[in-house]
């Protein structure tokens, strides 16, 4: 079939579309990766509380990675070849522990209490390996693959970040999920985390026009640095503004819970929004840009067609099953 | 043929992959539907018996979803990581047929599922029967979607090469190329009987053990009922798959048949060791004339032998065993399943001799069996090709070390070993404890103007 639309825009359109979701994915499997790291805090009932607060959503959350990575493979299937033989290890070791922390799920509720104990050692195992490995698959893809002994630091220094953000973001999701002293310590969870996420987010903010010229000249060439001085300072006010509001006792009614969850969502938001920014329009750092990397425009176009038609019903009912689970967790039951 | 190969390395390495996968979803597609079939059946006769059903089993599917959705992300990556010249080729074909499964059936079951597992007093009735229909509708769409694909790679239809690239010319044949229509009715009776066999298993399992309850009967009868019903549907269906697989790839047939010359009266060959050196069969025991009758409905039927397609067909063995595997199986499920039908009917599920509830419950896991051999028959039959008359294997490989494909490989065996394990032991404990299996309290705090819940509350909440 013919495009029915300019040829040069389908790649912008399916670069925009694969952000989306990999922030989505980011965000949403997040919390649910935050979650499972900070069961380890807790024991027996109050782990229950909080892998139940994750139960109903997390496959769905799982699948904007699949969607994410399906659009890489799909759309721009060279890039997709590139990076991801070039991450090859951390790929299969993300993938061993998506799939433990998956099954973890059900085999902790199935399996004989006895086992029960294993069960969640490899639901909190899954969790952090998983943070670890995109964290470092984020820190390699920044600096273009790089193997030097300086680049493996960093990637590392950006898996324990990414970390951080996943436990904060897990901790607001927490504070909006339950309620009572669970949510008192999930207040001090959120707070600790809170500044080791905008340190890590401040590191590769500096980092990354350090590595680059285009990107440096991007960043600090007048006039786009006024244009872009508020994605700084309001991922700084928003930091501070929320730890701020973290140290007030939440309101007797709760009515407020929500808003440390809303304040990890856009903070993440616009550290996405920096980092696309940078790389724009390049997929591998001034190597290859998305309209190499593009699939034909005739397959495009039909992929095209059903992403307009079926995302919007996919938000749709992704909203309506957070609606549907609205309210306070209490206890998985299949009742 | 060098072990450490990265090519061979590459391929079982996608083959253990695979075939770890398509254990859940044969008992996801059917099971989705099995479900659905309990719930309106409890809709209908407001019998608890069925809702017990229900329970105990839509727990063993959240448990298989689970493994299923884990070890598909996997495939998804794999393309990239292992196999980077596929994408280059033929991505765009492959690729709006994988983003089409991902949009329309992935999402759909992934969160309908929550509503279906958690959602039973959170919602009125009908949305929960609704949401248990989305479900089964996103799993068989999500087997279209990849059964479309894996055909047109089997026997591709509807493109052009232009500078060495793949290009779609005609979605429509795309979609409906020539295998497609049988490899998929052959794969969902394949899961239907997966199920029904699986149920049938671990009913009779419990049923030994204490009588299990009138849940346990009603289902050990449905499933009992319906292999016995589709068991010749599928033959008859395999008998169509072969006859176009022999239109479509002649060499795949002659290598599953280990029919080395192009000839009339060829011999249905039930036992040999298939010689490739020697481009013979050792120990041959055949039935004269047998192949010609059932691939050409006559005696003296011609049938091309794998001699014409030297150096460029599938290794004879593996197709010949797996294919022998998968048929020596099929028959048994007939065998077993009429007569188990025909005991039941007659004199009622308490009635069977033991020796019979013994023989179904070694049939428990005989789907996952014969539905592995079938596809290693149709995929191994594909090679040396992985787009047949496109692309070759070969030529898709990527450039990792086969140090590193080896050590992923094992951790892949070692983390699937470990739990198909306990994925078996907890579905005997499933079973085991029937509908008192675990439940906890509600998971969230039912909304109070929501319709209560259609279903007594028998269970402690």
Same mark, same amino acid.
């Given at each position: 079939?013919?495009?029915?639309?300019?040829?040069?825009?389908?790649?912008?359109?399916?670069?925009?579309?694969?952000?989306?979701?990999?922030?989505?994915?980011?965000?949403?499997?997040? #919390?649910?990766?935050?979650?499972?790291?900070?069961?380890?805090?807790?024991?027996? @009932? *109050?782990?229950?509380?909080?892998?139940?607060?994750?139960?109903?959503?997390?496959?769905? *959350?799982?699948?904007?990675? !699949?969607?994410?990575?399906?659009?890489?493979?799909?759309?721009?299937?060279?890039?997709?070849?590139?990076?991801?033989?070039?991450?090859?290890?951390?790929?299969?070791?993300?993938? !061993?522990?998506?799939?433990?922390?998956?099954?973890?799920?059900?085999?902790?509720?199935?399996?004989?209490?006895?086992?029960?104990?294993?069960?969640?050692?490899?639901?909190?195992?899954?969790?952090?390996?998983?943070?670890?490995?995109?964290?470092?698959?984020?820190?390699?893809?920044?600096?273009?693959?790089?193997? +030097?002994?300086?680049?493996?630091?960093?990637?590392?220094?950006?898996?324990?970040?990414?970390?951080?953000?996943?436990?904060? !973001?897990?901790?607001?999701?927490?504070? #909006?999920?339950?309620?009572?002293?669970?949510?008192?310590?999930? !207040?001090?969870?959120?707070?600790?985390?809170?500044?080791?996420?905008?340190?890590?987010?401040?590191?590769?903010?500096?980092?990354?026009?350090?590595?680059?010229?285009?990107?440096?000249?991007?960043?600090?060439?007048?006039? @786009?640095?006024?244009?872009?001085?508020?994605?700084?300072?309001? +991922?700084?006010?928003?930091?501070?503004?929320?730890?701020?509001?973290?140290?007030?006792?939440?309101?007797?009614?709760? @009515?407020?819970?929500?808003?440390?969850?809303?304040?990890?969502?856009?903070?993440?938001?616009?550290?996405?929004?920096?980092?696309? #920014?940078?790389?724009?329009?390049?997929?591998?750092?001034?190597?290859?840009?998305?309209?190499?990397?593009?699939?034909?425009? @005739?397959?495009? +176009?039909?992929?095209?067609?059903?992403?307009?038609?079926?995302?919007?019903?996919?938000?749709? #009912?992704?909203?309506?099953?957070?609606?549907?689970?609205?309210?306070?967790?209490?206890?998985?039951?299949?009742? | 043929?060098?072990?450490?190969?990265?090519?061979?390395?590459?391929?079982?390495?996608?083959?253990?992959?695979?075939?770890?996968?398509?254990?859940?979803?044969? /008992?996801?597609?059917?099971?989705?539907? &099995?479900?659905?079939?309990?719930?309106?059946?409890?809709?209908?006769?407001?019998?608890?018996?069925?809702?017990?059903?229900?329970?105990?089993?839509?727990?063993?599917?959240?448990?298989?979803?689970?493994?299923?959705?884990?070890?598909?992300?996997?495939?998804?990556?794999?393309?990239?990581?292992? $196999?980077?010249?596929?994408?280059?080729?033929?991505?765009?074909?492959?690729?709006?047929?994988?983003?089409?499964?991902?949009?329309?059936?992935?999402?759909?079951?992934?969160?309908?599922?929550?509503?279906?597992?958690?959602?039973?007093?959170?919602?009125?009735?009908?949305?929960?029967?609704?949401?248990?229909?989305?479900?089964?509708?996103?799993?068989?769409?999500?087997?279209?979607?990849?059964?479309?694909?894996?055909?047109?790679?089997?026997?591709?239809?509807?493109?052009?090469?232009?500078?060495?690239?793949?290009?779609?010319?005609? $979605? %429509?044949?795309?979609?409906?190329?020539?295998?497609?229509?049988?490899?998929?009715?052959?794969?969902?009776?394949?899961?239907?009987?997966?199920?029904?066999?699986?149920?049938?298993?671990?009913?009779?399992?419990? $049923?030994?053990?204490?009588?299990?309850?009138?849940?346990?009967?009603?289902?050990?009868?449905?499933? /009992?009922?319906?292999?016995?019903?589709?068991?010749?549907?599928?033959?008859?269906?395999?008998?169509?798959?072969?006859?176009?697989?022999?239109?479509?790839?002649?060499?795949?047939?002659?290598?599953?048949? =280990?029919?080395?010359?192009?000839?009339?009266? /060829?011999?249905?060959?039930?036992? =040999?060791?298939?010689?490739?050196?020697?481009?013979?069969?050792?120990?041959?025991?055949?039935?004269?004339?047998?192949?010609?009758?059932?691939?050409?409905?006559?005696?003296?039927?011609?049938?091309?032998?794998?001699?014409?397609?030297?150096?460029?067909?599938?290794?004879? =063995?593996?197709?010949?065993?797996?294919?022998?595997?998968?048929?020596?199986?099929?028959?048994?499920?007939?065998?077993?399943?009429?007569? &188990?039908?025909?005991?039941?009917?007659?004199?009622?599920?308490?009635?069977?001799?033991? %020796?019979?509830?013994?023989?179904? /419950?070694?049939?428990?896991?005989?789907? %996952?069996?014969?539905?592995?051999?079938?596809?290693?028959?149709?995929?191994?039959?594909?090679?040396?090709?992985?787009?047949?008359?496109?692309?070759?294997?070969?030529?898709?490989?990527?450039?990792?070390?086969?140090?590193?494909?080896?050590?992923?490989?094992?951790?892949?065996?070692?983390?699937?070993?470990?739990?198909?394990?306990?994925?078996?032991?907890?579905?005997?404990?499933?079973?085991?404890?029937?509908?008192?299996?675990?439940?906890?309290?509600?998971?969230?705090?039912?909304?109070?103007?929501?319709?209560?819940?259609?279903?007594?509350?028998?269970?402690?909440?």
């Amino acid at each position: 079939m013919t495009p029915f639309i300019d040829p040069w825009w389908l790649p912008v359109i399916f670069a925009g579309l694969m952000g989306l979701s990999i922030l989505l994915y980011v965000i949403l499997d997040g #919390y649910d990766l935050g979650v499972g790291m900070l069961t380890r805090l807790e024991k027996d @009932e *109050n782990r229950d509380l909080m892998v139940a607060s994750i139960g109903p959503f997390w496959d769905g *959350n799982e699948t904007w990675l !699949v969607l994410g990575i399906g659009l890489l493979l799909v759309a721009f299937p060279i890039a997709h070849g590139l990076i991801l033989t070039q991450l090859y290890l951390p790929v299969v070791l993300m993938l !061993v522990a998506l799939i433990l922390r998956g099954v973890s799920f059900e085999f902790r509720a199935k399996a004989p209490p006895a086992h029960k104990p294993h069960w969640d050692n490899a639901f909190f195992a899954g969790s952090l390996l998983t943070a670890l490995c995109q964290g470092y698959m984020l820190g390699a893809y920044v600096l273009g693959f790089d193997q +030097s002994l300086a680049a493996v630091l960093f990637c590392l220094l950006a898996a324990l970040g990414l970390v951080a953000g996943y436990v904060f !973001v897990g901790a607001c999701w927490l504070i #909006y999920k339950v309620e009572g002293d669970l949510q008192k310590r999930a !207040v001090r969870w959120a707070e600790i985390s809170l500044w080791a996420t905008a340190l890590a987010m401040a590191i590769i903010s500096i980092a990354t026009p350090l590595l680059s010229e285009r990107i440096f000249d991007r960043w600090f060439r007048l006039p @786009e640095i006024i244009a872009l001085l508020p994605i700084p300072i309001a +991922s700084a006010t928003l930091f501070i503004g929320l730890a701020i509001f973290l140290r007030r006792p939440l309101r007797a009614k709760d @009515e407020l819970s929500w808003v440390p969850l809303a304040v990890a969502g856009i903070l993440f938001a616009l550290g996405f929004v920096g980092i696309a #920014y940078s790389f724009y329009p390049y997929l591998i750092a001034d190597r290859l840009d998305i309209w190499q990397a593009a699939a034909s425009p @005739e397959a495009l +176009s039909i992929i095209l067609i059903g992403a307009l038609f079926v995302l919007p019903v996919i938000l749709g #009912y992704s909203i309506l099953s957070h609606w549907i689970f609205r309210g306070k967790a209490t206890h998985l039951s299949y009742e | 043929m060098d072990a450490l190969d990265p090519l061979i390395l590459a391929r079982i390495q996608f083959a253990a992959n695979i075939s770890f996968h398509i254990l859940f979803p044969a /008992v996801t597609i059917a099971l989705g539907w &099995a479900l659905l079939g309990f719930k309106l059946a409890y809709n209908r006769t407001k019998d608890g018996a069925w809702m017990d059903a229900y329970r105990l089993w839509v727990k063993v599917f959240a448990l298989s979803f689970a493994m299923g959705v884990v070890s598909g992300i996997t495939m998804s990556f794999q393309f990239g990581t292992n $196999w980077p010249g596929y994408m280059e080729k033929v991505g765009n074909i492959a690729g709006p047929l994988l983003a089409y499964e991902v949009l329309t059936a992935f999402f759909l079951e992934a969160v309908f599922l929550g509503i279906m597992l958690f959602g039973f007093s959170r919602v009125p009735n009908w949305v929960h029967t609704l949401a248990t229909f989305l479900v089964a509708a996103g799993t068989t769409l999500s087997a279209f979607w990849i059964i479309v694909l894996n055909s047109w790679m089997q026997t591709p239809a509807g493109y052009d090469i232009r500078d060495g690239v793949v290009h779609a010319t005609d $979605w %429509w044949a795309i979609i409906f190329n020539p295998s497609m229509p049988y490899r998929l009715t052959h794969m969902l009776i394949a899961s239907a009987l997966t199920v029904a066999f699986l149920i049938a298993g671990m009913s009779a399992w419990r $049923w030994l053990k204490d009588g299990g309850g009138e849940g346990v009967r009603r289902t050990l009868k449905a499933a /009992v009922y319906a292999a016995a019903l589709l068991i010749p549907v599928q033959i008859f269906v395999g008998d169509m798959h072969g006859l176009n697989t022999l239109e479509h790839q002649p060499q795949k047939v002659a290598a599953m048949e =280990a029919n080395w010359d192009t000839r009339s009266h /060829v011999p249905l060959v039930l036992f =040999a060791i298939p010689d490739e050196e020697a481009r013979t069969n050792h120990l041959e025991v055949a039935i004269p004339s047998g192949a010609s009758l059932i691939l050409k409905h006559e005696a003296a039927g011609v049938v091309p032998g794998l001699n014409d397609y030297r150096g460029d067909h599938p290794p004879v =063995a593996p197709l010949f065993w797996g294919f022998r595997i998968m048929v020596g199986i099929g028959v048994a499920m007939l065998a077993l399943s009429w007569f &188990a039908a025909w005991t039941i009917r007659r004199r009622g599920v308490d009635a069977m001799p033991r %020796w019979l509830a013994y023989a179904l /419950v070694a049939m428990t896991f005989s789907g %996952w069996v014969a539905t592995l051999a079938g596809w290693y028959v149709t995929e191994i039959g594909r090679q040396p090709w992985l787009v047949t008359g496109v692309l070759r294997t070969a030529d898709a490989v990527g450039p990792v070390g086969s140090a590193m494909v080896a050590s992923s490989l094992t951790l892949y065996l070692a983390v699937y070993a470990a739990l198909l394990t306990a994925y078996i032991a907890v579905l005997y404990r499933l079973a085991r404890l029937g509908k008192a299996a675990p439940a906890g309290k509600p998971m969230f705090p039912v909304p109070a103007v929501a319709p209560g819940p259609a279903a007594p509350q028998e269970e402690p909440a």
